[in-house]
């Protein structure tokens, strides 16, 4: 641990701090992609925080939804002047969004949220109060799962102890020094799920700081998403493991196809009792088998370690 904090000593002495002091304090990236009505959502929830509208900008990078998007946009638009639109005129993938969005950020703190999430009213101001500390260069909060497909998911406290055994980072809660950010960059081979592959880089060079009481809802509405959820984290974490080996992936996935069908098909069981809710359980088996297949598809090419 004492030669990770010399290492975020030096990169911290590399960040420029700007002598000149501007009233956006922090910069809230958000990238979305036909959700509407999750997007009015979220928007409504942040411009409700109990931290000043001066000092906080959103940035919302619209990649080309063909939904009624741009309509929710153009609402908070007339309202609010501190709310920037970028549209792309091509998708491109929820990572090369963000960083679209990073690149017009003003604010020298960056905080990544997803447009199917919630803010509680104090979200900013915890995240402003951490960055008081010039020690302090990134910090990763955490998550409470709600929605009809969300109660199988991690929660609270769960989530950072998961974060912190993967050494992962999660962009729908996520607060970085924006010079650091444009530092260490996506991987741009990973077209989702790139902060899982972020983490891995950052956290052998910095502290980074877990903070459980720092939560966003994450409101989990549709069937569908569990499947994106499973097909994206199985892409990532297939090339992940490429790069990094067992020790960055989940260790069941050495495991057979057909046998981790029916380990997660138990947990399809549990969950539902757990939460009593088949829908829970149903979503997390969807999920974490789908993960897996696309996890082994994606290697089935390459030799393992």
Not at 24 to 47: E, G, K, M, W
Not at 84 to 104: F, L, P
Not at 253 to 276: D, E, H, M, V
Request: overall charge positive.
């Amino acid at each position: 641990m004492a030669r990770q904090s010399s290492k975020s000593a030096n990169i911290r002495s590399n960040i420029k701090y700007s002598s000149v002091i501007h009233d956006t304090v922090l910069s809230v990236v958000i990238p979305t992609y036909n959700r509407a009505y999750q997007l009015d959502r979220c928007l409504n929830s942040l411009f409700k925080q109990n931290y000043p509208l001066s000092k906080y900008e959103v940035i919302v990078v619209d990649d080309d939804s063909r939904d009624n998007t741009p309509k929710v946009l153009e609402k908070y638009l007339k309202k609010y002047p501190t709310l920037q639109v970028i549209r792309n005129y091509e998708n491109k993938g929820s990572d090369y969004a963000r960083t679209v969005g990073v690149k017009r950020a003003k604010a020298r703190v960056v905080v990544f949220t997803d447009s199917d999430c919630i803010l509680p009213p104090n979200w900013l101001r915890k995240i402003a109060r951490k960055f008081e500390n010039k020690k302090v260069l990134c910090v990763q909060g955490t998550q409470e799962c709600k929605g009809k497909w969300g109660k199988f998911m991690y929660q609270r406290e769960e989530t950072i102890t998961f974060y912190k055994k993967r050494r992962t980072l999660d962009t729908k809660n996520l607060a970085i020094m924006k010079e650091l950010f444009l530092q260490y960059k996506f991987d741009p081979k990973i077209p989702v799920a790139g902060d899982y592959e972020l983490g891995q880089r950052l956290s052998k060079d910095i502290d980074i700081n877990y903070d459980p009481n720092i939560i966003v809802i994450h409101v989990c509405d549709d069937f569908s998403s569990s499947i994106r959820r499973g097909k994206n984290w199985g892409k990532a974490q297939g090339y992940i493991h490429k790069k990094y080996g067992w020790g960055s992936v989940n260790p069941k996935f050495r495991y057979p196809l057909i046998l981790l069908f029916f380990y997660y098909l138990g947990g399809l069981f549990y969950f539902s009792l757990k939460y009593r809710s088949l829908r829970g359980g149903i979503a997390f088996f969807t999920t974490t088998f789908l993960t897996a297949y696309h996890f082994k598809k994606s290697i089935a090419n390459s030799k393992l370690p």
